[in-house]
């Protein structure tokens, strides 16, 4: 059964710094694209970035560009998302997602398996 387990949120003072971790197992990613998503307290679901299955192609939500960076490491089943400049804005639970693409679009319609999210908090 194919499955997510996201890790690595929490809290942080503005500027700070997290690496979030998307943990497979069920299935190999090497043929996956991934997708990082976040939610904000009463706001939409939004695309934070992907990284195609085999990881030559990302995209950043312009938000974020410059900011984040998205990672895998195939070996070890595990997508990241290393988040430095925090902002306050940037509060949300994030979430990863899955589908068997080569794509690195991150439109929420194109993922079909979801992680359950980890909370992100910054603030001072």
């Known amino acids: 059964q194919l499955q997510l387990v996201e890790s690595g949120g929490g809290l942080v003072q503005p500027g700070g710094s997290l690496r979030l971790s998307c943990a497979a197992s069920?299935?190999?990613?090497?043929?996956?694209?991934i997708g990082w998503f976040r939610q904000a307290p009463g706001k939409e679901l939004e695309g934070v970035s992907c990284i195609s299955s085999g990881g030559g192609s990302t995209n950043y939500a312009t938000s974020v560009k410059g900011r984040f960076t998205i990672s895998r490491d195939n070996a070890k089943n595990t997508v990241y998302l290393q988040m430095n400049s925090l902002k306050p804005e940037d509060t949300a639970v994030y979430y990863c997602?899955?589908?068997?693409?080569?794509?690195?679009?991150?439109?929420?319609?194109?993922?079909?398996?979801w992680g359950q999210g980890t909370q992100v908090t910054v603030s001072s």
């Open positions: 069920g299935f190999t990613l090497d043929y996956y694209a």
């Open positions: 997602a899955a589908e068997r693409a080569h794509y690195s679009d991150y439109l929420p319609a194109l993922f079909s398996s």
